[in-house]
């Protein structure tokens, strides 16, 4: 477990070859049409099969179909170039989607989400690897030279915090998630602020606001800070719902003074309609929010 400061994530020094052979899914490619092709051919082919992730879907949840194709062929782009990060964090991409809103039982979404993180730090331990005992700014500006790196952190700690989520918040933060989550992000956050609409803030701020206190492991979890952590998401994608209804919760858990701007954020997630390229996804969090007012909390 990685107990350093925020944002400083360890060298993790895993051989390319061990790279190239990080361990997927069976039960996926038993599902799946076989795939061939170059990797830069089979990242195509994936891409046009995420695009077309809500077809079929009934409002917020999606078929499988299109998106385990998807997964199936960034499975297969790593195994033809294990050093591609590109196929990496589209895989862990399509197994997230996979696994939150194809209606999979908790099993499934256990064992899709924990493949999917050895996927996502044998990448990111390839990236690391040469960094070790450089300066944190180093660091960052050699990161930045990878124009895909910060997206296989950020889909790197969104995968630990939905397997997190699966597998139970304590017994995650005793295996290690919470440091991992942080760290992820962080590093986001220092190579784009603004990827995925404020995505390393998001998940950041989501961390912090959620994860349970436990002595030696998450002493350093502000619950306090997440509002403005989330702020900072918000404002780099005021029109993304998933900002708007994290920050809300946050507030109306640990800021009851701005408990008007939550209720203000959960009536505009509430009501506005799924944006064209994240149908299901817009759609799921227009629900939570409807039920969060419902609720009267």
């Not at 195509?44 to 999606?62: F, H, L, P, Q």
């Not at 499975?75 to 194809?102: D, H, I, P, T």
């Not at 908790?106 to 690897?129: M, P, T, Y």
């Not at 979890?221 to 997440?226: P, R, T």
């Amino acid at each position: 477990m990685n107990r350093d400061r925020p944002g400083k994530l360890r060298a993790m020094r895993i051989p390319m070859r061990r790279v190239a052979a990080a361990a997927f899914p069976l039960f996926l490619s038993a599902q799946s049409a076989p795939v061939g092709g170059g990797a830069a051919e089979l990242i195509t082919r994936g891409d046009a099969r995420y695009a077309a992730r809500a077809e079929n879907a009934r409002k917020d949840v999606a078929d499988p179909k299109p998106v385990t194709e998807a997964v199936a062929a960034y499975q297969a782009a790593v195994a033809a170039n294990g050093a591609s990060v590109e196929a990496r964090w589209k895989y862990l991409r399509a197994v997230y989607f996979l696994a939150v809103y194809c209606g999979k039982d908790e099993a499934a979404r256990k064992q899709l989400l924990g493949d999917a993180r050895a996927v996502g730090e044998a990448g990111i331990a390839a990236l690391e690897a040469p960094l070790t005992g450089k300066a944190r700014a180093e660091r960052i500006a050699e990161l930045k030279k990878n124009p895909a790196a910060a997206e296989l952190y950020f889909w790197s700690a969104v995968v630990w915090g939905e397997w997190s989520l699966a597998y139970g918040k304590l017994a995650a933060v005793r295996k290690g998630a919470a440091a991992k989550i942080r760290d992820f992000s962080q590093t986001t956050i220092d190579l784009d602020p603004a990827l995925e609409e404020g995505g390393g803030w998001r998940v950041l701020g989501r961390l912090h606001h959620q994860s349970p206190m436990v002595v030696l492991f998450t002493g350093w979890v502000k619950h306090k800070e997440a509002p403005g952590m989330l702020r900072k998401a918000l404002a780099a994608g005021p029109g993304n719902p998933i900002n708007q209804f994290f920050l809300a919760e946050a507030i109306l858990d640990h800021d009851e003074r701005a408990k008007p701007e939550a209720d203000e954020l959960l009536k505009r997630c509430a009501q506005a309609p799924p944006r064209p390229a994240f149908p299901v996804e817009d759609a799921r969090y227009g629900r939570l929010c409807r039920d969060r007012r419902a609720s009267g909390k």
